[in-house]
Nanobody, 126 residues
Framework: QVQLVESGGGLVQAGDSLRLSCSAS????????VAWFRQAPGKEREFVGG????????RYAESVAGRFTISADSAWKTVFLQMNSLKPEDTAVYYC???????????????????WGQGTQVTVSS
């Protein structure tokens, strides 16, 4: 089973940009859908967005649409989450998750994913 490692988190100011990476070890993501979730202090984990290797289609939560962009490198080894115009409410631990073909449409449900990374902290100050 593919293993996921997130990186790129850090401390930034409101309005700044940050790019997170989710890298696959072992198999690539070419037979997967990959999604980003986040969990803020005191809140439940929520869907951010995702991308499917089936057709490179993307899907985003309304809260981040227009500010965040998800993409993958040509080998589907790494999936990126580009975050622009960051807000304090974006502060959270960000996780990437994957689900395997044929279940490789992007889902916003936590329970649909069986492979998770360890998370990377994003903190946005005002």
């Amino acid at each position: 089973q593919v293993q996921l490692v997130e990186s790129g988190g850090g401390l930034v100011q409101a309005g700044d940009s940050l790019r997170l990476s989710c890298s696959a070890s072992g198999p690539t993501f070419k037979n997967f859908a990959v999604a980003w979730f986040r969990q803020a202090p005191g809140k439940e984990r929520e869907f951010v967005g995702g991308i499917s290797a089936s057709d490179s289609s993307t899907r985003y939560a309304e809260s981040v649409a227009g500010r965040f962009t998800i993409s993958a490198d040509s080998a589907w080894k790494t999936v990126f989450l580009q975050m622009n115009s960051l807000k304090p409410e974006d502060t959270a631990v960000y996780y990437c998750a994957a689900r395997r073909k044929p279940f490789w449409t992007v889902s916003g449900a936590i329970t649909e994913y069986d492979t998770w990374g360890q998370g990377t902290q994003v903190t946005v100050s005002s």
